[in-house]
């Protein structure tokens, strides 16, 4: 039997009829199998990876450092609907392009999903890449 890990939340609700108290757990939501490329023409690093099972992911974020074991900076966008996900992106391969690299310089990526509960994943292992 494979181990699971779970994380576990709680939510606070206030309603017409008092204060809620909801409690969830939730498995393992670790984004899986990184990778990160270069486009053809060199201008742009494109990372992808697959989405966990999960009917609860709401965002996924996409950090870039120049040191390895540093997480960086995120560097999609984080407002407006470009990086937001919904039950149909589950187990689904996503990608990302960045287009803001500099040729020759080598990038560490990472990812890490949120859910709608507020929930971040662990980030993914890094994986590195260099453009032109």
Request: net charge negative; aromatic share 12%; hydrophobic share 35%.
């Amino acid at each position: 039997m494979k181990n699971k890990l779970f994380l576990f939340g709680l939510v606070l609700l206030l309603g017409t009829s008092g204060l809620a108290l909801q409690v969830f757990a939730e498995e393992n939501i670790t984004p899986a199998n990184l990778s990160a490329s270069c486009s053809a023409d060199n201008s742009e690093a494109v990372v992808s990876w697959v989405n966990p099972v999960s009917d609860a992911l709401e965002q996924y974020f996409v950090y870039r450092s120049t040191v390895y074991g540093e997480v960086g900076g995120i560097v999609n966008p984080t407002s407006g609907s470009k990086n937001w996900l919904d039950s149909s992106s589950s187990g689904k391969t996503v990608s990302y392009s960045d287009t803001s690299i500099a040729n020759g310089t080598r990038y560490y990526y990472s990812v890490r999903v949120k859910t709608v509960g507020g929930i971040y994943s662990e980030y993914t292992s890094q994986y590195p890449v260099s453009c032109g």
